[in-house]
């Protein structure tokens, strides 16, 4: 076979039992041989490029198991960006909002999006009253950074019908003082407003997936699945990301798992459109079906079996049991792969029975269903989904940076055991690990920084023992994220057969300090054997 490139003079680690190599062979996108550069020369024809990587660190490209590409790729070209990054208190934050509105035509939406209430200085989230004052001709509408919780302006409660006698949707609530509506609204209880927002069109999608996958491959990320393709803008989404491929505008490997929820579907439509499981070419396919079984932690409205701390409140159920068995049933019986969201331990106890009740019924070999974020469980529960082949997706990133946040909300004890990286591999679980961006940033090296030293980002330590090594989760990041959509044959090793995708570092991971891992950054990104992003001067 010719070898059109070879990647060489580097330190690439391949894979978690795979050892590390100098240089790499490709042939038509895909990995040939690997050994040292003098073994891969002698692969060479006249016409192989050859990509040097002067003693560099590289990796398999990194597979990001659950992140929102569409919608953080259209909130980065439409909303205003009002993360901990960006703002620190609320004078920062409605400055942000003020300017957005003198930019904006009078009575139109100035709509912000990543404010975390434990990161600003006053440790609250905004009052109505407050975004009335700063935009007073618009209307506003600010989503917190879990994407579970938003503050509406008193003009937007009011064209959406949301007033003081207004009870609480099911699976929603909607946050009062003593002076009536705050403008907070979680859940359920968003979605009177999120039906007025102006309506994206797949060319507004397409450019996101476009500039937001570009994001993706300077952080060495190459292939990612989007969890929950359909839940803004239904089809609209589904079709970007076909519009994207065909036009050349994808940037990564894309994997769509498609909202299969109660009140957002596009699964059945797209199956009557003929969508198989697990089909698709080598850079868009079809994967996961998804639906909701309860909110944040941070947010207290994940569904625990014990009160969060302080409270009385066991957090929110958005389905009840025979909703989630009937939802389950419809994905299960279509051959699907399940990809559910459930963070507390009495929504990952619906879930698991759930999927037992679908597996008992209608038997399937590796249906290989996932749990999104697992964050907080029983080492009982942990054993059950052994038994019964059920996949944890967590998110380190969430220790990393809402660490603090968890100690506040549910305590030493519970925390320690939260998104337990350890006891899922050692209990044979394979955890992938994700971003959940725009939950989190999608830096994968603040969550192998959280990973292997189980510090937030301000350098609290919660369960140190469950720590992992950096091969351990560096795998979590790449082959584990590959398995997680049944890709493992594909990509997340850089072995023959599988994609030439790679990661190329500022650092060795392996010899690097643990307090700088975080900071790592990418210097190069390969994807299918081709220089897709590198940085100034590399
Ligand atoms: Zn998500």
């Avoid at 990194?62 to 960006?86: F, W």
């Avoid at 500022?506 to 900071?519: C, G, R, Y």
Wanted: glycine letters at 10%; proline letters at 5%.
């Amino acid at each position: 076979m010719p070898v059109d490139t070879l990647i060489t003079h580097g330190r690439i680690w391949l894979g978690k039992d795979d050892g590390f190599a100098e240089s790499l062979a490709i042939s038509d996108g895909k990995v040939l041989a690997s050994g040292t550069t003098a073994q891969m020369e002698a692969l060479a024809g006249p016409a192989t490029r050859r990509i040097d990587l002067a003693g560099r660190f590289a990796m398999p490209g990194v597979c990001e198991a659950h992140a929102h590409l569409s919608s953080y790729g259209v909130g980065l070209l439409r909303d205003v960006d009002v993360s901990p990054d960006r703002v620190s208190d609320m004078a920062g934050l409605l400055d942000r909002i003020r300017a957005r509105a003198a930019q904006t035509p009078k009575g139109g939406w100035v709509l912000a999006r990543g404010y975390d209430h434990t990161r600003l200085a006053e440790n609250r989230h905004p009052h109505r009253s407050e975004l009335d004052a700063a935009a007073p001709d618009h209307l506003v509408w600010l989503t917190r950074t879990c994407g579970h919780m938003a503050v509406a302006s008193s003009a937007v409660l009011a064209q959406a019908g949301i007033g003081h006698n207004t009870p609480d949707p099911d699976g929603g609530s909607i946050a009062r003082d003593a002076q009536g509506l705050t403008g907070l609204l979680a859940e359920n209880a968003r979605f009177p407003v999120m039906a007025l927002l102006p309506e994206l069109t797949v060319a507004d999608y397409v450019a996101g997936i476009e500039a937001g996958g570009q994001d993706m491959l300077r952080y060495g990320i190459t292939s990612h699945m989007d969890a929950g393709v359909g839940m803004t803008s239904g089809m609209t989404e589904l079709l970007a990301y076909q519009e994207a491929e065909a036009t050349g505008r994808l940037p990564l490997r894309s994997t769509l798992c498609l909202m299969g929820d109660k009140d957002v579907n596009i699964f059945d439509e797209a199956r009557a459109a003929g969508l198989k499981p697990q089909s698709g070419s080598d850079m868009l396919r079809y994967g996961p079906v998804k639906f909701f079984t309860d909110g944040s932690a941070g947010g207290y409205t994940a569904a625990m079996s014990r009160p969060y701390e302080g409270t009385t409140s066991t957090g929110l159920f958005c389905l009840s049991d025979a909703e989630c068995d009937a939802l389950a049933r419809r994905v299960h019986d279509a051959g699907f792969q399940m990809a559910i969201h459930a963070i507390g331990d009495a929504a990952i106890e619906q879930v698991l029975n759930a999927m037992e009740r679908a597996q008992t019924a209608n038997p399937r070999e590796d249906a290989r269903h996932r749990i999104e974020h697992c964050g907080w469980l029983s080492a009982a529960q942990m054993a059950r989904m052994a038994r019964m082949g059920v996949w944890p997706a967590p998110q380190p990133t969430f220790m990393y940076y809402f660490g603090e946040n968890y100690l506040q909300a549910l305590g030493p004890e519970r925390s320690a055991f939260a998104y337990p990286m350890r006891a899922f591999v050692d209990a044979g679980l394979n955890p992938s690990a994700s971003s959940d961006c725009p939950v989190t940033p999608m830096n994968p090296f603040a969550g192998i920084a959280n990973m292997v030293t189980r510090k937030t980002r301000t350098g609290v330590v919660i369960g140190p023992d469950q720590r992992l090594t950096m091969a351990e989760a560096l795998h979590c990041y790449t082959a584990a994220g590959a398995f997680a959509t049944h890709d493992e044959e594909r990509r997340g090793r850089l072995v023959p057969g599988q994609f030439a995708d790679l990661a190329v570092l500022s650092q060795d991971l392996f010899t690097a300090e643990p307090e700088s891992i975080a900071a790592t950054t990418c210097v190069m990104t390969v994807l299918g054997g081709e220089v897709v992003w590198r940085a100034e001067g590399v």
